[in-house]
């Protein structure tokens, strides 16, 4: 695969490598950690939202999540608390569009209270997400660019 590089708006700006786990489907934080917030597990952050079945059970602790928007109610950016308090939040969450209100004010509070750095980059467009699979290398830059490949 040929490298792609794709530009987006870096709201909590980083860099990393690491391997991506992409989804076609909106993030429903809530109900992605519900056995996390509610269920006492707290070694692994299996995705419990049925109907993401991209990620439906996959462990999405430490990951650099790959995804069109967030969805879901206003218990999501306390629940990305939640998990980043518990060591198991992602690495990085890129938007393919615009992120959702909810979910970046959780990201901000827990990067300011709690000093967790989950790098956080929005608007990186459809084809970001057309391009990138589950498993495929990335370079994430401070400036917002994303690398694919």
Known sequence: ?????????????????????????????????????????????????????????KNLAGQILCFPTGVGSTMGGASLMGVGSMGLGPKAMLYAQHVDSVSVAGLIIDNVWNEHNVITID?????????????????IHEDGTVEVG
């Open 1 to 57: 695969m040929a490298k792609k590089t794709f530009k987006g708006r870096p709201l909590i700006p980083g860099n990393l490598e690491g391997k991506a786990l992409a989804s076609k489907h909106p993030f429903n934080v809530s109900a992605s950690y519900m056995e996390n917030l509610f269920g006492g597990n707290t070694k692994t952050a299996p995705c419990t939202d049925v109907v993401n079945k991209e990620w439906a059970g």
């Open 123 to 139: 608007q990186l467009g459809d084809e970001f997400l057309n391009t990138v699979k589950s498993g495929d290398p990335i370079s």
